[in-house]
C-alpha cells in the first residue's frame, strides 16, 4: 500500500531541489530516481510561497494518476510507479529546460501578450509555445530557432530540429489524451504546461517532471468561476487561513477526481464470428490488436451457409445483454456471414475475410458487393479491422480513444526517428 517504504528504498545523492520537490538518486537501482514532493505553493516565480499541508500528498496522487494514465495509453514517461503518499519512482532524465505550453482556450498570460484577443477564444489546432526555464529572467517566451540556436546537449543528445518536432507533436497528444480524460468529468482542460526529459540509460525523449494541479487550468462545465488549479492561489489578494482551505479543498477536488480518469466510462466487445476453425489465425489475430486496445474480444464459430439458425441465435445472444457491441464476420470463400448478420441486426458488422492468393480477387466481392440496406464495412487486415471497432468504441469510451491517439504519435515519432538514423548513415 501506499505507506512510507522507507526502508524499500536506499537514497543517495540529492539531485536536485526545487520550490516544491527534491529529487534522489537511488542506490540499488542504478537508472531510476525517487522524486519527493514538498508540503509547499508557490507562485509568480516564490514571490509567494506558502506551506500547505497535505499538498505533498495530494500532488504526488494526482501526478501518479495522470501518469499512469497517459502510460497506459502508451505514451514514453519518466514515470516508473508511485513508491509512497509522497513520492513516485522516476527514470533518471536529463532535464531540457523548456516549458512546453498548450493552450484550448486563451486567458491568462496569452491574452497579455495578445491584446485584442477576447478571454475565451478557442484554438482548434491547439496553440503551442515555449517557455525556457530561467528564474532571473522571468521564464522567457522562446521561439523555435531560440531552442535551435541554443543547441542544449543532455544525456548525450543534442536537441535539433528532429528533437523539438517529437516534442511539439508529443506536447499536443498529450493534452489531447488529458483534455478527453477530463472532459468525462464535465472539466474543460483550458491549457497546460509541461516538462521533457532525455532518459539517461536509453537516450529516449520522455515526457517527465510532472504534471499536477499546478500544471494546468481547469474550469468545470467550462466555467472559470468555478476553476479548481493553482490559479486560485495565485488570484488571492492575500493569504489567510480560510483562504489556504478554499485552495487545499479544490486540490483535493482534483485529486480524487484524477482517479476517475482511469476508469473507462463504456463496457464495449468486440465479438468474432468465423465460418470454420480453419480461420482461427486469422481471428487471433483480430483478438489480439482489441486486446491492446482493451477491448473484450469473443470468438465463436457458426456458419450463415451451413447453420443459418444458430448463427441468429448467437446474435441475439449478444444483442439480448445490453453490452454495446461490434461483430466482425470472418468467412473464407463466400462470404454468407457478414452481409447475413448485417442485415439482421442494428449492432455495426465489420467484414474481415481470409482472403487467399488463388481466389481472393474473386471472393472479396462477396463481402463488397451488398444488397441495398446493408451496412457493413469491409476492413481486409485483422490488425486493421481491431482498429476500427476501437476507433468505434473510442467515440464513447476515452481510455480506448486515448490509446488510439498515443499509436498515432507513437507511429509518427517511430518514422521522424527512422528517418534521422538514415540521414545520419547516409552523410
Not at 239 to 254: C, D, I
Amino acid at each position: 500500500g501506499p505507506l512510507l517504504h522507507a526502508l524499500e528504498v536506499k537514497l543517495g545523492l540529492k539531485l536536485s531541489e526545487g520550490k516544491t520537490k527534491q529529487i534522489f538518486l537511488l542506490v540499488d537501482q542504478p537508472g531510476l530516481v525517487l522524486v519527493q514532493s514538498k508540503d509547499q505553493i508557490t507562485a509568480g516565480n516564490a514571490a509567494r510561497k506558502d506551506q500547505m499541508e497535505g499538498k505533498a500528498a495530494i500532488a504526488n496522487k494526482t501526478t501518479s494518476c495522470v501518469f499512469r494514465l497517459l502510460q497506459e495509453s502508451g505514451i514514453k514517461t519518466a514515470f516508473v510507479k508511485q513508491h509512497s503518499d509522497t513520492a513516485f519512482i522516476a527514470a533518471h532524465c536529463e532535464m531540457i529546460p523548456i516549458e512546453w505550453v498548450c493552450r484550448r482556450v486563451a486567458t491568462g498570460s496569452f491574452l497579455k501578450r495578445n491584446p485584442g484577443v477576447k478571454e475565451g477564444y478557442r484554438f482548434s489546432p491547439l496553440k503551442m509555445e515555449m517557455f525556457f526555464k530561467d528564474d532571473a529572467n522571468n521564464d522567457p517566451q522562446w521561439s523555435e530557432e531560440q531552442l535551435l540556436e541554443a543547441k542544449f546537449c543532455l544525456a548525450g543528445l543534442t536537441i535539433g530540429q528532429c528533437e523539438v518536432d517529437i516534442m511539439n507533436r508529443s506536447t499536443v497528444a498529450i493534452f489531447e489524451i488529458l483534455e478527453k480524460a477530463w472532459a468525462t468529468q464535465d472539466c474543460t482542460l483550458v491549457d497546460m504546461k509541461i516538462e521533457f526529459g532525455v532518459n539517461v540509460k536509453t537516450q529516449e525523449i520522455v515526457l517527465a517532471d510532472v504534471i499536477d494541479n499546478d500544471s494546468w487550468r481547469l474550469w468545470p462545465s467550462g466555467d472559470r468561476s468555478q476553476q479548481k488549479d493553482k490559479q486560485v492561489y495565485r488570484d488571492l489578494k492575500e493569504v489567510t487561513p480560510e483562504a489556504m482551505q478554499v485552495v487545499k479543498r479544490n486540490f483535493e477536488w482534483v485529486s480524487e477526481r484524477v482517479k476517475l480518469l482511469l476508469e473507462h466510462q463504456a463496457g464495449g466487445r468486440v465479438v468474432v464470428l468465423m465460418g470454420s476453425t480453419s480461420d482461427m489465425a486469422h481471428c487471433e489475430k483480430i483478438r489480439k490488436a482489441c486486446t491492446s486496445y482493451g477491448i473484450p474480444c469473443i470468438l465463436r464459430v457458426t456458419s450463415a451457409h451451413k447453420g443459418p439458425d444458430e448463427t441468429l441465435r448467437i446474435k441475439a445472444e449478444y444483442e439480448g445483454d445490453g453490452v454495446p457491441t461490434v461483430f466482425v464476420a470472418v468467412a473464407g470463400r463466400s462470404n454468407g456471414l457478414g452481409p447475413v448478420m448485417s442485415g439482421n441486426t442494428a449492432y455495426p458488422v465489420i467484414n474481415c475475410p481470409p482472403l487467399t492468393p488463388d481466389w481472393g480477387a474473386q471472393d472479396v466481392w462477396s463481402s463488397l458487393r451488398m444488397p441495398s440496406g446493408l451496412g457493413c464495412s469491409t476492413v481486409l487486415s485483422p490488425e486493421a479491422a481491431a482498429q476500427f471497432a476501437a476507433q468505434i468504441f473510442g467515440l464513447t469510451d476515452h481510455l480506448v480513444w486515448c490509446k488510439l491517439r498515443a499509436s498515432m504519435l507513437n507511429t509518427w515519432v517511430a518514422l521522424k526517428l527512422a528517418d534521422k538514423k538514415l540521414q545520419a548513415c547516409s552523410l
